[in-house]
DNA sequence: GCATTCCTGTACACTCCATATACAATCTCT
DNA sequence: AGAGATTGTATATGGAGTGTACAGGAATGC
């Protein structure tokens, strides 16, 4: 088993070795172990909750509900053994792909349903969602109904989703965020799960979806002046059409244009060449960047 | 269950904490929850009393009116004057555009909810979003924001729709229906209507979406063997592509087969030809056949 | 051995929130 | 039009919440 000192612990998670003796002092939230002499020793579950602590922080959460928060999962025997977490993301997973398989709306709601009760969101979605979503997306050819799998289940999620969406406060104020698919990308949920985290960030989101011609957004941008606009690119692949789409949004909106997905991924290049931000594949780290260049911009006026 | 500091709630609703509290003090309209230590805690319910008073101030009503109204409507379940009603469509109509044409999704929410908790669903389908999505859809190409202003609608909506669709319990037994866009159809609105209500009335809905290819049917039918398969279309063409894929699939399968929309409106006789049953251009009217249909094959067996 | 890291405890600064009262602008009603 | 109610906001004062700074001392590690 692994221990931090506390400044390691600091490093680990951004949190000052001064805050996080306060946190221990005023609300008891990691009591580390001590060595001998007294230093603490943070154990990795530690760490982890202090992570925990973070992201409910990052969404409105102060510290002292958010600890608040956590006892009340802590009671509700929600929380996590380590052990016992790497041993059940895999039956989740086969859970999940087994109601796919046969089509079976029921059995994949409870699969959906369960680890949602016991996890964290964000977890659930990185440990089981997303990972069954690539199978799923990967087998698309090699089997016959490869691609009605995929439209059932992400069918699915996007209603579970588009639920959450809803769930979110709507803000009246706060910076706006265009989010909208490339032209012809037809994935939308990476899409989706970034507009949900910039909601929970309090961003309005103002979310187009997919087959929205790129010419389109200029109208909509020059009416609601977002700090951004967001697109998504996984299946669509870089040619001169897409260029010169791009080419002419950018200059046409008065908002940094961000593009994310694979298509970030591989044409990093050709992008920034024509005023586009990549900001990488994954949906969580995208928005995050796209987050902090916004912010920036901002500091820098 | 969660919470909010005033702070929090000025922000979410656009009302000033000093103004809440007056609120408070002199209409106890919302009395929040305090910490052992004074501070207010607003529970969500109590933000949505607050934009039901926003909106209720937005159409004219003084704050203390709007606080008379809502105990009223409290006092007897949200019940209206019964000839309000009429003259109130037409309201709402105008509110949801105004919305839409503002990009603005608060207001698109308030506009939404509040038909909502005065009518019945199926009543607020047919005389409010219906017929705004159809005026959205007739200006696309008017208007130069027009095909945003319709993705933005639509996508709004789908969450919505896909919201009441997961709390439509999913039923383990009761017959399947298959729902799918035929190719190239991204109109998806009306087809998870039909689903709506198809699940309503005690049918396992599967829903596959849009952009599935006819030929991938026949591996999801012969493992679910649904009572029925209903394919939607209204803004796809008759052509011989379609001609054909419908041929093939008929007889691949082992459920009759229907199409609804604009499409079954305008071909019934082709469709007819190549055994496929036309349902009209309704969702609502095209799922009731189906049903109906379906019942009379079960009997006649 | 000496720089670094950590310990405890107290204090401070800055923000958010609470109550109470006052005030000015607007509405309402006679 | 003018009296009175309505209503948003301003001010004053104190407490709560929270990050950080500082002092004096001990442990750690190369």
């Not at 951004?14 to 154990?43: C, K, M, N, Q």
Request: overall charge negative; proline content about 6%.
């Amino acid at each position: 088993m692994e221990y931090f000192p506390i400044g390691r612990v600091a490093e680990l998670t951004g949190i000052s070795p001064v805050t996080l003796r306060a946190w221990e002092r005023r609300y008891g939230l990691p009591v580390p172990h001590r060595t001998a002499s007294g230093h603490r020793l943070f154990s990795m579950a530690e760490v982890e909750q202090l992570r925990r602590v973070l992201t409910l922080m990052e969404s409105g959460y102060s510290i002292s509900r958010a600890v608040e928060r956590i006892r009340a999962e802590e009671e509700h025997g929600g929380r996590f053994d380590e052990d016992e977490q790497e041993y059940k993301w895999p039956t989740y997973r086969q859970r999940l792909l087994e109601a796919v398989d046969n089509f079976d709306t029921t059995a994949l709601d409870s699969a959906y349903n369960e680890p949602l009760t016991l996890f964290p969101v964000d977890l659930v979605i990185d440990e089981v969602l997303l990972p069954v979503l690539e199978q799923i997306g990967s087998e698309w050819e090699q089997r016959d109904d490869g691609i009605a799998r995929e439209h059932f289940f992400s069918n699915y999620l996007r209603n579970k989703i588009g639920t959450r969406f809803n769930h979110e406060v709507q803000r009246r104020h706060g910076p706006a965020l265009i989010l909208a698919c490339l032209p012809g990308e037809s994935h939308e949920l990476g899409l989706m799960l970034a507009g949900l985290v910039a909601a929970a960030r309090g961003y309005r989101v103002l979310y187009l979806g997919s087959n929205l011609p790129l010419s389109k957004l200029q109208p909509v941008a020059t009416r609601t002046t977002p700090a951004g606009i967001a697109l998504s690119g996984t299946t669509v692949e870089w040619d001169a059409k897409l260029e010169k789409d791009l080419r002419d949004l950018v200059p046409s909106v008065p908002s940094p244009v961000y593009v994310g997905g694979d298509l970030a991924e591989n044409y990093p290049g050709p992008l920034r060449a024509v005023g586009v931000f990549p900001v990488g594949r994954d949906f969580r780290e995208g928005i995050e960047r796209i987050i902090k260049d916004i912010r920036q911009r901002r500091t820098a006026e």
